[in-house]
């Protein structure tokens, strides 16, 4: 069993900043790979960024390339989402999650454990 403590959230204007932080409990981390999807009321959920156990390989939405950068920290057990240039529609819910299977990273259904989710807003 895996439990997800995401961290971060809040407002900033357009343009700005913001650095989610996921906290996994438990000696197993470093086995799965980690992702950060979004999900705003009443839309589906959408892949933002995902890391390799190692961290060696990264994976990101079109949408974001180029301004978000996912990290992990395998002996403090905890990924990171750094958001840059950030814009209104970045605006919803973030949710951290574990994917045991380390692949298909970015797909929502292979991910096996989720955080309860840090809600982002960027004002104009």
């Known amino acids: 069993q895996v439990q997800l403590v995401e961290s971060g959230g809040g407002l900033v204007q357009a343009g700005g900043s913001l650095r989610l932080s996921c906290a996994a409990s438990?000696?197993?981390?470093?086995?799965?790979?980690m992702g950060w999807f979004r999900q705003a009321p009443g839309q589906e959920g959408e892949f933002v960024a995902a890391?390799?156990?190692?961290?060696?390989?990264?994976y990101y939405a079109d949408s974001v390339k180029g301004r978000f950068t996912i990290s992990r920290d395998n002996a403090k057990n905890t990924v990171y989402l750094q958001m840059n240039s950030m814009k209104p529609e970045d605006t919803t819910v973030y949710y951290c999650?574990?994917?045991?299977?380390?692949?298909?990273?970015?797909?929502?259904?292979?991910?096996?454990?989720w955080g309860q989710g840090t809600q982002v807003t960027v004002s104009s």
């Open positions: 438990g000696r197993t981390f470093i086995s799965f790979a």
């Open positions: 890391i390799s156990w190692s961290g060696g390989s990264t």
């Open positions: 999650a574990a994917n045991r299977s380390n692949d298909y990273l970015t797909d929502c259904a292979f991910y096996n454990y």
